[in-house]
């Protein structure tokens, strides 16, 4: 149901007042009550075209029907800018309004059939259609930090639309590509962000962190809104800068570390701009901050001991932290490390070499110690021994063996893990460390053939001769249950160089060992020493053995003239390669009463073998009892010369 104004109702009063006087004027009841304008009369209007609605009055169902509608627009002058007619009985019209834009006076009234005239009623007409100008956006000239973001809108310069300046629309984004308002011609009550036509401050909120672009548009007391905006951009950084520590040694340090904090930001940045813009700061161990402009600040860390650095920035923003500062730890140690021998040797390892390195801050550096040796009263080099290093202990093994009697000194030498070295050549009761040569108990050992010391023999090919001796201490006790190494060395053309193989002495010190059979040899003992006991070598032995060679005839005897006798044989290689090409074998004969003679000389296979036809072609021959042999000399070869057996061949 529509609401009934108080205007309506007076004129409603009015009608009925004159029906009651007997209607002496009917037409004083065509009368148009409660005349309006279609979005309200106090509203301005960006459209030229406005509807007027009223109420009919009763008179008009009652014997005096509406015929005609007649208007007339005056301007703010009074004078008639329009005027019309709309025949037939209603209760609206459409009228346009004239230009300029400005509030005109809309004066209706309604006729009868017959002409009859009723009063009038006014109403009030605001139209503009005049856009506002742009207004003015100012946003803060940097970046701000977190926190609300504000827009100074300005009023539009020039004279306001007829309509005034109703207030103003706000867009954010991104790129600035949004209108205010939903459309580009229009803008609703709704709409407004800010009412009021001088402008003012307005608040944007939170805004998402980077740039974001503001449009702002005027809007008209008839709602339209400027053909352009007004842009300012808003720039947010509510991001700490990243600040990063360079400088800090990952362990320990020798003496002061400088150290640099710098700090990044990427939307703000860090450049310089006076004592409000941004700066890094530095403290050590909660110190007062060094502070500098920018993006970098420096401070030396002193003194030994462990140092805590923490440092911090703040962007062009304002944004700033100083509860969670990046942080780095320096650790300077300055003093180097002290060694110190063992106060005495192990009896039971009088070559073990023992040293002590003591570092109460970094502590010794892993695998850098070592402990060096050379004969006392000499400026020579250090000769290094192999060290080892397990935590704060150096250990290293002279082999006094190696070295002749007299007096040696040691040296000692190490670093902390801040790289600080030191050496010393004191025992840890600050005497000299020095040794004298020999350390170990002295021994000797005898060894050879048939337990001779340094005999040489020859044997047969095949054989396994005896090679043996005895250990005893330098005063002649016997030494039990030791290892002897027994070193069989092989010339050129053998299938081995060298052959090693252990025995144990027995309980009187004795040892024995058949060696295997094979070429010619050098054979030695060695006791490698013990802890306590030193090393000792035996005197060389040679041991040369005969080639082995075989030969046989084919008959036993043979025709002077007819089918030769086949001579044939083979070299026994045990342990040896034949030269390259075979081995040379002479085949030698005699008659009784004679030396052995070469009547030719043939070559093996890669096996050792020959064969040789050999033909009886003169008649001094008959009867004649021939030996013949086969012999091999040296040469590119690890047998001793030898000559096969003899075999015997009659003539006839």
């Known amino acids: 149901m529509r609401r009934v104004g108080l205007t309506a109702l007076l004129a409603a009063a009015l009608a009925l007042a004159l029906v009651d006087r007997g209607a002496a004027d009917p037409a004083a009841q065509l009368y148009p009550i409660d005349l309006r304008v279609d979005g309200g009369e106090d509203a301005w209007h960006s459209s030229a075209l406005f509807r007027l609605e009223w109420e009919r009055p009763p008179i008009a169902d009652q014997g005096l029907p509406i015929a005609a509608v007649r208007y007339r627009i005056r301007n703010a002058a009074g004078l008639l800018v329009a005027s019309g007619t709309r025949l037939g009985d209603r209760s609206s019209i459409e009228v346009q309004a004239p230009t300029p834009s400005g509030v005109y006076a809309a004066e209706v009234w309604l006729e009868g059939p017959g002409g009859e005239r009723g009063p009038s009623a006014s109403a009030a007409l605001r139209y503009d259609y005049e856009r506002p100008g742009a207004p003015g956006a100012l946003t803060a000239a940097g970046w701000i930090a977190a926190g609300t973001a504000v827009v100074a809108i300005e009023a539009p310069p020039g004279p306001a639309p007829a309509s005034g300046i109703?207030?103003?629309?706000?867009?954010?984004?991104?790129?600035?590509?949004?209108?205010?308002?939903?459309?580009?011609?229009?803008?609703?009550?709704?709409?407004?962000?800010?009412?009021?036509?001088?402008?003012?401050?307005?608040?944007?909120?939170?805004?998402?962190?980077?740039?974001?672009?503001?449009?702002?548009?005027?809007?008209?007391?008839?709602?339209?809104?400027?053909?352009?905006?007004?842009?300012?951009?808003?720039?947010?950084?509510?991001?700490q800068p990243d600040v990063v520590l360079a400088g800090a040694p990952g362990g320990w340090a020798s003496g002061p570390v400088r150290v640099t904090a710098a700090a990044?930001?990427?939307?703000?940045?860090?450049?310089?701009?006076?004592?409000?813009?941004?700066?890094?700061?530095?403290?050590?161990?909660?110190g007062v901050p060094r502070t500098e402009a920018g993006d970098a600040v420096a401070v030396t860390v002193e003194g030994e001991g462990v140092h805590r650095v923490d440092a911090y920035a703040r962007d062009a923003a304002g944004n700033v932290d100083r509860r969670t500062p990046a942080s780095a730890t320096v650790s300077i140690d300055e003093t180097p490390p002290h060694l110190s021998f063992a106060n005495a040797q192990d009896p039971a390892e009088p070559e073990r070499i023992?040293?002590?390195?003591?570092?109460?801050?970094?502590?010794?550096?892993?695998?850098?110690?070592?402990?060096?040796?050379?004969?006392?009263?000499?400026?020579?080099?250090?000769?290094?021994?192999?060290?080892?290093?397990?935590?704060?202990?150096?250990?290293?093994?002279?082999?006094?063996?190696?070295?002749?009697?007299?007096?040696?000194?040691?040296?000692?030498?190490?670093?902390?893990?801040?790289?600080?070295?030191?050496?010393?050549?004191?025992?840890?009761?600050?005497?000299?460390?020095v040794l004298v040569n020999p350390l170990k108990q002295g021994t000797r050992l005898q060894a050879g053939f048939d337990r001779r010391a340094g005999s040489a023999k020859t044997v047969r090919y095949g054989r396994r001769p005896l090679f043996g001796g005895r250990l005893t201490a330098a005063a002649g006790i016997p030494l039990a249950n030791l290892p002897i190494r027994v070193v069989e060395s092989f010339g050129a053309g053998a299938t081995v160089s060298v052959r090693s193989t252990t025995v144990e002495t027995e309980a009187d010190g004795s040892f024995a060992l058949r060696l295997p059979p094979g070429p010619s040899r050098e054979v030695r003992a060695v006791f490698e020493g013990?802890?306590?006991?030193?090393?000792?070598?035996?005197?060389?032995?040679?041991?040369?053995?005969?080639?082995?060679?075989?030969?046989?005839?084919?008959?036993?005897?043979?025709?002077?003239?007819?089918?030769?006798?086949?001579?044939?044989?083979?070299?026994?290689?045990?342990?040896?390669?034949?030269p390259a090409g075979g081995a040379a074998v002479e085949l030698q004969f005699r008659v009784a009463g004679s030396e052995w003679a070469e009547f030719r000389t043939v070559q093996t296979d890669a096996r050792g073998r020959f064969r040789y036809p050999y033909a009886f072609s003169d008649d001094d021959s008959r009867g004649v009892r021939f030996r013949f042999r086969a012999y091999i000399s040296g040469g590119g070869w690890p047998y001793e010369p030898a000559a096969s057996n003899g075999v015997t061949v009659r003539g006839r």
């Open 530 to 578: 013990t802890r306590t006991l030193s090393r000792a070598d035996g005197e060389q032995a040679q041991l040369a053995v005969l080639a082995g060679i075989g030969l046989r005839a084919s008959v036993k005897t043979a025709r002077v003239g007819g089918a030769p006798v086949v001579f044939s044989g083979r070299v026994r290689r045990l342990g040896a390669r034949l």
């Open 354 to 433: 023992e040293a002590t390195v003591a570092d109460s801050l970094s502590g010794p550096a892993s695998g850098r110690g070592s402990i060096a040796v050379r004969e006392e009263g000499t400026s020579g080099p250090w000769e290094p021994l192999p060290t080892t290093q397990t935590q704060n202990r150096l250990v290293a093994r002279w082999d006094s063996d190696s070295h002749p009697d007299g007096v040696y000194e040691f040296r000692a030498t190490a670093s902390d893990a801040a790289g600080n070295s030191a050496s010393s050549n004191r025992r840890a009761n600050h005497t000299r460390m």
């Open 264 to 286: 990044t930001d990427a939307l703000s940045g860090m450049a310089p701009d006076g004592a409000n813009g941004p700066f890094t700061a530095i403290a050590v161990d909660g």
């Open 166 to 239: 109703r207030g103003y629309a706000v867009a954010v984004d991104r790129r600035g590509e949004t209108w205010p308002c939903a459309a580009r011609d229009a803008c609703r009550e709704a709409e407004l962000d800010l009412r009021g036509s001088s402008g003012g401050d307005l608040p944007l909120g939170s805004l998402p962190e980077g740039v974001s672009v503001v449009r702002v548009v005027s809007v008209s007391g008839a709602g339209l809104p400027s053909a352009a905006a007004g842009e300012a951009v808003v720039r947010v950084d509510t991001s």
